[in-house]
């Protein structure tokens, strides 16, 4: 019965992991590309684990708009590499598993959503401390407390956008919460620029604007509730 439920949180660690991973082994224009990517993936994966039908041309064609805005944005200074790659399609495929096994287990299992993202973060908590004790020795001992301050902070939002994401995912398909990421990464990147550049390059605005133009156009009402459609 709780096979599903463990498989998903199961997934959750893995792409958390994969996430830093190709972080850490590959440029951040790489990663910004393969999160675009995802939603194609998601799309395919989704029509074909819960049998609905194939997402529409609007959508598909804004899907391929939101990738080629990540490509404008990174102006084309983006090496691919074998390594890079191979971290790459773990993550995708991290990504993909987790979105379908994290639906398909909202739907059977009747769990609160504030519940189930404070559980996840709670299981979460050990396997970051002893993380970090392990391979951020140095960075832990010299931490201080403005940074304390701040990493609390993130913590806090973090933990009210995994409700947030939970709350969509109740309403929406998996594809359409992997789009409306992609969409929050891409406004973060141009706070951040704002608040540390003061001034974000023109490309880099225009391609953030034309990135959530195309997700404007991406038609996920027609799959609200994917694992209902499949029973």
């Keep these: 019965m709780w096979g599903p439920c463990y498989s998903s ?26 999160k675009s990517l995802t939603p194609f993936f998601m799309s395919l994966s989704e029509t074909l684990y819960f ?10 064609i804004a899907m391929a708009g939101m990738a080629i805005g990540s490509v404008l944005y990174t102006r084309y200074d983006t090496h691919f590499s074998a390594t890079y790659l191979l971290y790459a399609v773990l993550f995708i495929c991290c990504s993909v598993f987790e979105g379908l096994l994290a639906k398909q287990t909202i739907e059977k299992f009747a769990l609160n959503q504030k519940t189930r993202t404070l559980l996840m973060n709670a299981l979460a908590c050990p396997i970051a401390i002893i993380w970090t004790l392990c391979t951020e020795t140095t960075a832990v001992t010299q931490i201080e407390l403005s940074s304390a301050i701040s ?3 993130s913590c806090a939002l973090g933990l009210g956008m995994g409700i947030a994401t939970m709350q969509m995912r109740t309403i929406f398909s998996a594809t359409y919460v992997t789009i409306v990421g992609v969409c929050n990464k891409f406004l973060s990147l141009g706070f951040a620029s704002l608040v540390l550049s003061g001034s974000p390059s023109f490309q880099s605005t225009l391609s953030t604007a034309f990135v959530l133009l195309c997700s404007s ?5 027609n799959a609200t509730s994917t694992v209902k459609r499949q029973n």
């Design 9 to 34: 949180l199961s997934f959750f660690f893995f792409l958390l992991a994969s996430s830093l991973l190709l972080m850490a082994n590959s440029p951040f224009n790489v990663f910004l590309i393969c």
């Design 51 to 60: 049998r609905t039908p194939c997402p529409s041309l609007q959508s598909f």
């Design 151 to 153: 990493l609390g902070i």
């Design 217 to 221: 156009f991406y038609n996920g009402n």
